[in-house]
């Protein structure tokens, strides 16, 4: 079945400092991919998206671009804020037929210090 | 647009007592997602609906589990009797319409205490 990995957390980086969340994935069909955030007490909310390969999602300085050759949607950030502290999910939207749901990863914790 | 409005926001309850949880979608949205978040388990799908019909309920963890959508703009998650395990944050995301590249609506969610 489709799958989801991304990078262990926590993460803990200082402010300004360049960010790096690896995803891979493993699908049967065409996928499109996303990266949602979560912050502390709060429901998840997309960040960014990509629908084809090597499309390029960029949202609020983040960007992830969609490497089919290596199924990969690894997010950067060149400039972290202590504000983008969060947890961060990939997600891919499987091709199940004609209604698409998504699976997510185990999620990656962000502290931003200042 | 207020967003997918969730209800009650916290909830803490008894062993062996019943537990409602509400959701009213974005208006327009024809597909409603029940999510169950936990440390242990992560982010975990419960239960689809698309158009108010029932698509994919494997994620239901036991028949404690019912979920029903009577109408477009409104869908519950009930667990009776409820147990300890079933502590976690529920959430509940909409989406317009069943294309793969489509966005997803959380709600705020709904975080359940069971004692």
């Known amino acids: 079945g489709d799958s989801v990995t991304q990078m262990e957390g926590p993460v803990t980086l200082s402010e300004e400092a360049f960010l790096t969340i690896n995803c891979t994935y493993t699908?049967?069909?065409?996928?499109?991919l996303f990266w949602y955030v979560q912050y502390p007490g709060e429901g998840l909310q997309l960040l960014l998206k990509?629908?084809?390969?090597?499309d390029k999602g960029s949202n609020k300085g983040f960007e992830a671009t969609y490497r089919k050759e290596t199924t990969s949607f690894h997010l950067e950030k060149g400039s972290v804020q202590v504000s983008d502290s969060a947890v961060y999910f990939c997600?891919?939207?499987?091709?199940?037929?004609?209604?698409?749901?998504?699976?997510f990863g185990k999620g990656t914790l962000l502290t931003v210090n200042p | 647009d207020a967003g997918v409005i969730q209800s009650p926001r916290h909830e803490v309850t008894e062993m062996g007592q019943e537990v409602t949880l509400r959701c009213k979608p974005i208006?327009?949205?024809?597909?409603l997602f029940w999510y169950r978040q936990t440390m242990m388990r992560g982010l975990e799908l419960l239960i689809y609906?698309?158009?108010?019909?029932?698509?994919?309920d494997s994620g239901m963890p036991e028949d404690r589990f019912s979920a029903k959508m009577p109408n477009a703009s409104f869908s519950t998650l009930k667990i009776q009797p409820s147990e300890p395990r079933d502590s976690a944050v529920y959430f509940c995301?909409?989406?317009?319409?069943?294309?793969?590249?489509?966005?997803?609506?959380f709600g705020p969610g709904t975080r359940l205490l069971v004692l």
């Open positions: 995301a909409s989406r317009p319409g069943t294309g793969r590249e489509e966005t997803q609506y």
């Open positions: 699908a049967t069909g065409y996928p499109s």
């Open positions: 990509a629908t084809k390969a090597d």
């Open positions: 997600a891919l939207s499987d091709s199940g037929g004609s209604n698409y749901k998504l699976t």
């Open positions: 208006s327009g949205h024809n597909s």
């Open positions: 609906f698309n158009n108010n019909v029932p698509i994919d």
